[in-house]
């Protein structure tokens, strides 16, 4: 009665001194008493091993009350909880509802004991059925995320109902986060709100950033800022880690309170610490573009990790992009594989892409198309729609996989269906080309007109080559096509805007411009328009001649595998150029380019050995050069050329000449098997 105030007076003080004198007398009932004010610090100063002694000693007495209570606070110690364990179950048999709880708790938690789902469910089950409104909860959440059971949102709002009927905020919040998507009963907003008030009420943190996101987005209730932060603060102050993140916006944004980036900042810091991954991420966010804050990428690296750690796909994500990019420092492949496969595992679907991607391309992995193909499957079956476009051309091409086009065609299809812009400029092909479907230009047109006014330079490109074949615009004006593909900075619609310019195909020859657009295309690293703006740049067209310079484009374009490139950079060693006594290294280069499969260089020597200026006129070699020629790819006009030149050599050759020079040609033709 002094302990309760009951009758008397509340004098906790006292109450020990009596509770003492009864448990001196084996009192049971005042051993559980003394346990519970030790334990809870009543009258008398907290002590857990005290609170422990007088449960014992009840307990012996055969006291099972208090045998819950030790329980309690075995669980509490790292080291005791197998034997928090053995009690809960003990009591379990014995009928406690709220032991049967807490075993169905730690094993499902692992606690004491192994995972074991099936356990776990079993026991909560009979926890629930037996009333316990925590149980009827947690039983709910198992059912939803199928956890020791089949997967049952029908049966998962049967038992939040049943907890929330019970007053179990949890259980309130759950129910109306339910009614909110309409999962597992019929959606309605307003029911939602109505079971989050309530559980706001008993200061239920997922409830209340329940409401502030209501309020937030207008859903269920007309949208309101104020109410939103009303809502976020309360949730926060309860200690619910992601009202403290969503209040965060309110500061950096300046959204109804004075903007204040630093505490919008210190509220991040917060969640993280109590463990809401997305603030990680959220923070990794900030430093890396350096918003509110110096940016610096080391600390972004961090707290990308941190989110990532915490569970958040986002934050390995982002750091694998960091170390692929090179941000952090470095571009480090290996370190950016690592990352991206942990945010994978994470359910992380542009995660799986990436890793696909590096399989594919053999990015810092070396190739490896099985590997590809089976990321990127995984990466399509989690929603991804690069990935579908990846693999739809995998199927085209017959990479690791059998050629299908029919499957390359359904799944192009199907990423145009989403409104995946290249989804759709790769099912326009294939319907120009017959690939997988009939032939059908009417498609292509329609697919191509739906796009024109996307600013997107693939999409323009695209419609730039069809209006090139007349089937989106007339032929006469695919140059305003081209060049607007250029200006949203196609790199190969620049080119071909270049030499359009350059060749006076369409449009005005204008040198000056055909340098500025092979200026623009050689920067995206275009070998061709780097080739082209050497060449100009060596004759002094459109800018100022440079001879030096214009040779060292061209090499530079020749080293990057750019063949006509090649062929001029011979031509202009040949022209003296790069100096008289150097026309002599034109005959190798030539050769070089006739090597990969250039018939003008294979017809330039020809004519170098017809003539005697660089080198002694040979003619048996110059034929043997223009049978090369003739054997290769060439333009109309060349094939012209070679067949009069070949005809006015063999009016000064033996058949014995012609034929040494037969196996002269065809010798090279195999040795580089063109």
Not at 58 to 70: C, F, P, R, T
Not at 192 to 199: K, M, P, Q, T
Not at 441 to 470: C, F, G, H, M, W
Request: glycine letters at 10%; charged letters at 20%; aromatic letters at 10%.
């Amino acid at each position: 009665m002094l302990g309760d105030g009951i009758g008397v007076p509340k004098k906790p003080k006292e109450a020990i001194s009596w509770f003492n004198k009864a448990a001196e007398q084996s009192d049971r009932l005042a051993m559980r008493c003394l346990g519970m004010s030790y334990f809870n610090g009543w009258g008398v100063k907290a002590d857990k091993n005290t609170a422990k002694k007088w449960f014992k000693a009840s307990i012996a007495l055969g006291d099972h009350v208090s045998e819950q209570y030790l329980a309690k606070i075995l669980y509490d110690e790292p080291a005791s909880k197998k034997e928090a364990l053995l009690i809960f179950n003990k009591l379990s048999a014995l009928g406690d509802i709220d032991s049967l709880a807490m075993a169905a708790w730690m094993h499902e938690y692992g606690e004491g004991t192994a995972v074991n789902y099936d356990k776990a469910f079993q026991l909560r089950k009979q926890a629930a059925e037996a009333g316990h409104g925590g149980a009827q909860n947690n039983l709910g959440i198992m059912y939803r995320r199928g956890t020791g059971v089949q997967k049952d949102d029908v049966e998962a709002a049967k038992w939040y109902q049943k907890a929330a009927d019970q007053a179990v905020s949890d259980g309130l919040a759950n129910i109306g986060y339910l009614y909110s998507i309409g999962e597992g009963v019929e959606k309605n907003i307003s029911k939602a709100i109505d079971y989050w008030h309530l559980a706001a009420k008993q200061n239920n943190g997922q409830a209340m950033t329940n409401l502030g996101v209501a309020y937030y987005q207008g859903e269920g209730a007309d949208q309101n800022f104020n109410s939103s932060l009303s809502w976020y603060t309360k949730a926060h102050k309860a200690g619910f880690p992601k009202a403290t993140y969503l209040l965060s916006e309110f500061y950096l944004k300046g959204l109804v309170v004075e903007k204040k980036p630093s505490k919008g900042i210190e509220l991040l810091k917060v969640a993280l610490q109590k463990g809401f991954a997305g603030a990680g991420t959220k923070l990794g966010v900030i430093y890396e573009k350096g918003e509110f804050v110096s940016k610096d990428l080391k600390i972004a690296l961090q707290y990308y990790i941190q989110g990532g750690e915490l569970g958040d796909s986002w934050g390995y994500n982002n750091a694998g992009i960091m170390y692929q990019n090179g941000l952090e420092e470095s571009i480090n492949i290996p370190k950016a594989l690592e990352y991206f496969i942990l945010a994978a595992n994470l359910g992380h679907s542009d995660s799986m892409f990436n890793i696909g991607f590096f399989y594919y391309t053999g990015m810092g992995v070396g190739v490896d198309h099985k590997l590809a193909f089976q990321w990127f499957s995984r990466a399509e079956k989690a929603g991804n729609i690069k990935a579908k476009i990846a693999l739809a051309h995998m199927y085209r091409n017959g990479e690791y996989i059998t050629k299908n086009l029919l499957k390359s065609a359904t799944l192009y299809e199907q990423a145009a269906d989403s409104g995946e812009i290249r989804g759709k400029i790769e099912l326009a092909r294939i319907y120009q080309q017959g690939l997988g479907v009939n032939k059908n230009l009417y498609r292509v047109t329609k697919i191509l007109s739906d796009l024109i006014k996307v600013e997107d330079p693939l999409v323009q490109y695209e419609i730039a080559v069809n209006a090139e074949s007349n089937l989106i615009d007339k032929q006469e004006n695919s140059f305003r096509w081209w060049k607007h593909a250029a200006k949203l900075g196609h790199i190969d619609a620049q080119f071909v805007v270049a030499n359009k310019y350059e060749q006076g195909s369409g449009v005005k020859p204008d040198f000056n411009q055909a340098v500025f657009w092979y200026q623009k295309s050689s920067t995206q690293g275009h070998s061709g328009a780097t080739g082209r703006l050497g060449l100009l740049t060596l004759l002094g067209q459109g800018t100022t001649k440079n001879t030096e310079q214009g040779i060292s484009l061209m090499k530079k374009a020749s080293e990057a595998g750019d063949v006509d490139s090649l062929h001029n950079l011979a031509y202009a060693f040949e022209m003296g150029e790069a100096g008289v006594n150097k026309k002599i290294q034109s005959i190798q280069i030539y050769q070089q380019s006739t090597q990969l499969n250039n018939a003008m260089s294979a017809f330039r020597l020809s004519l170098i050995y017809l003539d005697d200026k660089i080198i002694p006129h040979n003619l048996v070699t110059s034929y043997q050069w223009a049978l090369v020629c003739e054997s290769m790819e060439k333009p109309a006009q060349l094939a012209t050329e070679i067949i009069r030149l070949k005809s006015s050599l063999e009016k000064h050759l033996s058949q014995l000449d012609m034929n040494t020079a037969q196996v002269g040609a065809s010798t090279f033709l195999n040795s580089f098997k063109l």
